[in-house]
């Protein structure tokens, strides 16, 4: 008795652990989340009746791996933030922006094919912002010089010809002469979709060698709202050659200060957010060194930045340099073929393909598969789970059996625990030998649930960090498979003009998904136990508020996995000599029960003679 107050005691207490992270944390987080982005989105900056106050600074950092403290605090709008300098236009058919001729510095980037909302009115996304404006957030390119050597940096005012604009099949070239016999030039070019490439010349008429290390960065003011989920990584990262990925929370960096990483041969690093990133690649490189820095002040800021080995610019002769920048939308296909044609490290680890990246992302190109036969990632899910539940079918199928077996000998394991009752070592010692003879596995039930873990774990992971599923419409009222069902039966789906609490935000598909799986128990043996038979009978309850607010992407797979389940092991239930009696099983439960105990068989399923 002991015992089973203390599983339900367990039970209750994990019930409550759920419930009070989906009300106490999870809800407020992506409230948070919803509210920050309609803050900053930029229909509330422009629209905004007075100039926003914020903090920023022009320079942040001279030198890669060595900010300075942020200035003083700004009263800028962003559209004022734009027009403090001149600027070159930026015009493909993926990105709109400009180029801020001080500093030569990319700050202003919109994703011309990605919106806010499913809203097609909506706003476009704004990635890079100028640093006087709320949410600084740019990259640029520069060089370190030795003392006494002047070189264009944070401030340096370069010189565009008139009318230039940058599209996909004109680059820009830039120019500025420091007045002391060097002249640098800049070519910066851009293909269709998200792939800066900044080449740099240096012309040397000092009339003796300089040397000076190109540099590249990625910085970030103010502290943006992240997910907070574990499973995705939000902010610094990047792959440094023989020290692999490496991923740096802001939380983290703001503790640290600073990490540093010298004489890496290959790789990339930049900030990443859920479905977009920045981040800047060397190029024709012996080495570089990289870092990732943090600067408290007025406002914060996160540089991520990389210098190259120096070099030497012979007396009357030229140098070169030439760095990437990729500013955009982390689309699996563009990112690979970013990977593959560019010969970037590992560049595919700039989407958080988690630790199961091996099943992971075989699984997103097989849905992309389907999606591309069929234009419907919600078929595409269907689709996949039909596969799994394929490639498992032997695993199952055995389970199934297994179960069915124990099914048929409920009458003589429930005579076995009547007769001894009172001995529990030989109760189960006979119950051994029962599954010994009858060749059952007591655990056979749990294989099923099991083998599906892994599949759901890389299908939350593909749903959840892919951009490709961001606003992917299903049928009907599911508009975003990447978010939850818009749906709740606390407001009768919507008849009742009242938004309930997050927690009770309990959708159609989580209702399916919850009925789908209850019904799926009703064929399996009922424990005989009752604290068991508490949890047994609860569990589609609590899994329905637990899946009511993940993606419902995920809970259609899984509704769809279990209606799969349902007919799998009724078939296989049946072959076996099984009289499934599932609408039996079901009125069973809502019959009272006898105060005594009734008949602890509670097996309306009885094998055919």
């Not at 989906?22 to 948070?32: E, L, T, W």
């Not at 996995?561 to 799998?568: D, F, V």
Request: with cysteine; net charge positive; charged share 15%.
């Amino acid at each position: 008795m002991t015992d089973n107050r203390n599983l339900i005691l367990a039970v209750i207490l994990s019930v409550a652990v759920v419930f009070g992270w989906q009300y106490f944390v999870a809800g407020p987080k992506i409230d948070q989340t919803r509210q920050h982005t309609a803050q900053t989105s930029p229909a509330a900056q422009s629209t905004s009746g007075s100039p926003t106050a914020t903090t920023g600074t022009e320079g942040a950092a001279a030198t890669p791996g060595a900010p300075t403290t942020p200035g003083q605090a700004t009263v800028m709008t962003r559209e004022q933030a734009l027009a403090a300098n001149p600027r070159v236009a930026i015009n493909t058919q993926s990105v709109t922006g400009s180029i801020n001729l001080k500093g030569a510095r990319f700050d202003d980037l919109h994703l011309d094919g990605f919106r806010e909302t499913v809203n097609p009115n909506s706003p476009t996304i704004v990635l890079l912002s100028p640093s006087g404006a709320p949410n600084g957030y740019f990259s640029e390119f520069g060089w370190v010089a030795p003392a006494g050597v002047a070189a264009p940096g944070p401030d340096t005012l370069w010189t565009a010809p008139e009318g230039a604009k940058l599209t996909d099949t004109t680059p820009v070239v830039l120019t500025w002469d420091n007045g002391a016999g060097l002249t640098f030039k800049r070519t910066i070019s851009i293909d269709p979709r998200f792939m800066f490439t900044v080449k740099d010349e240096v012309a040397n008429a000092t009339g003796q060698a300089v040397s000076m290390a190109p540099y590249g960065r990625v910085v970030r003011l103010g502290e943006p709202t992240v997910a907070g989920y574990y499973i995705l990584h939000e902010g610094p990262l990047g792959v440094l050659g023989e020290k692999g990925l490496q991923e740096i929370t802001y939380k983290n960096l703001r503790k640290a200060g600073s990490e540093s990483f010298q004489g890496i041969n290959t790789g990339w690093l930049g900030i990443t957010d859920k479905y977009w990133a920045a981040a800047v690649v060397p190029r024709g490189t012996e080495s570089f060194d990289a870092s990732f820095s943090f600067v408290d002040g007025v406002t914060p800021l996160y540089q991520t930045d990389f210098k190259s080995k120096a070099i030497t610019v012979p007396a009357g002769g030229t140098a070169t340099a030439e760095g990437l920048l990729f500013a955009g939308a982390k689309q699996v296909s563009v990112i690979q073929d970013y990977q593959n044609n560019l010969k970037i490290d590992r560049f595919d680890l700039l989407i958080d393909w988690g630790m199961f990246y091996f099943f992971t992302k075989p699984l997103f190109f097989l849905m992309d598969y389907f999606f591309r036969l069929f234009g419907n990632f919600g078929v595409a899910i269907l689709l996949v789970t039909v596969i799994v539940k394929a490639v498992f079918f032997p695993l199952a199928n055995k389970s199934y059996k297994s179960m069915s077996a124990m099914k048929k000998v409920q009458p003589e394991m429930a005579a076995l625990r009547e007769r001894y009752a009172d001995d529990k070592v030989k109760q189960q010692q006979e119950l051994m030998a029962l599954y010994k003879k009858e060749k059952i596995n007591p655990l056979a039930g749990c294989w099923p649930v099991l083998i599906q873990i892994p599949v759901f774990f890389s299908l939350y992971k593909v749903i959840f960090v892919t951009i490709e599923m961001r606003h992917a419409p299903f049928f009907g009222w599911i508009q975003d498979l990447s978010a939850p069902d818009p749906t709740t039966i606390f407001n009768l789906f919507g008849l009742i003009p009242w938004t309930p609490p997050h927690m009770l935000m309990i959708g159609i598909w989580p209702l399916i998904m919850g009925l789908t799986m209850w019904v799926q128990m009703r064929l399996n043996p009922a424990p005989a136990d009752p604290a068991q038979q508490v949890i047994f009978n609860w569990m589609p309850v609590i899994f329905t508020f637990m899946l009511g607010t993940f993606p419902a992407g995920l809970v259609i797979y899984w509704a769809w996995n279990n209606t799969l389940s349902i007919a799998q092991q009724w078939v296989i239930m049946r072959r076996q000599g099984v009289d499934v009696n599932l609408l039996g099983n079901i009125m069973s439960t809502f019959k009272k029960k006898p105060k005594d105990g009734g008949d602890k068989t509670t097996a309306p399923t009885k094998a055919k003679s």
